[in-house]
T-cell receptor, first 114, second 110 residues
């Protein structure tokens, strides 16, 4: 148990639709990151939020957006879904933004786009 | 970001030690070496991390070469539960965004 919870665990959407995925970070963690993991691949960094501000972004288009709330929980929104967006979406939280710090992952949300 | 190179897969017998290598010849002085593992159908799990000195915790040991261009994750007694993909990742001091490579798929035989 990492204390990072994600919802929903599984969902199916149609191409062109929009989806919102949610993450509750571990208590006391102010940094949340999102990753996309396609089948058979390693996770790819989407973006990170630190104290409600975007703190870094990977190579993902603007239709991937996020939010972090005052309680440090977070949302990932994906607009205009494409078939290639089918993947496991992972949320990770940490207490600080520096690298000497353990990062805890949730179990992920499985998104299938049909 | 500095890159890491790991073997695609390794096999071990249960109860035996496992040494998982990682090469990171372009590592910079402030990069931390992190190891994560991912069991089937689960999110990645932190294993261990270090900067220059060897590190031990309840899960594993991390041996870092003197020139820091390689490291080895050591599982002292492999169990079936250790079968997973192991990722070696370098993280700059001023950041904690993980760049995952392909990792090493560890198979443990009973």
């Amino acid at each position: 148990e990492t204390g990072v919870t994600q919802s929903p665990t599984h969902l199916i959407k149609t191409r062109g639709q929009q989806v919102t995925l949610r993450c509750s970070s571990q208590s006391g963690h102010n940094t949340v990151s999102w990753y996309q993991q396609a089948l058979g691949q390693g996770p790819q960094f989407i973006f990170q939020y630190y104290r409600e501000e975007e703190n870094g972004r990977g190579n993902f288009p603007p239709r991937f957006s996020g939010l972090q709330f005052p309680n440090y929980s977070s949302e990932l929104n994906v607009n205009a879904l494409e078939l290639d967006d089918s993947a496991l979406y992972l949320c990770a939280s940490s207490a600080r933004v520096d690298s000497g710090n353990t990062i805890y992952f949730g179990e992920g949300s499985w998104l299938t786009v049909v | 970001d500095a890159k890491t190179t790991q073997p695609n897969s390794m096999e071990s017998n249960e109860e035996e030690p496992v040494h998982l290598p990682c090469n990171h010849s372009t590592i910079s002085g402030t990069d931390y070496i992190h190891w994560y593992r991912q069991l089937p159908s689960q999110g990645p799990e932190y294993v261990i991390h270090g900067l220059t000195s060897n590190v031990n915790n309840r899960m594993a040991s991390l041996a870092i070469a003197e020139d820091r261009k390689s490291s080895t994750l050591i599982l002292h007694r492999a169990t079936l539960r250790d079968a997973a993909v192991y990722y070696c990742i370098l993280i700059p001091y001023a950041g904690n965004m993980l760049t995952f490579g392909g990792g090493t798929r560890l198979m443990v035989k009973p």
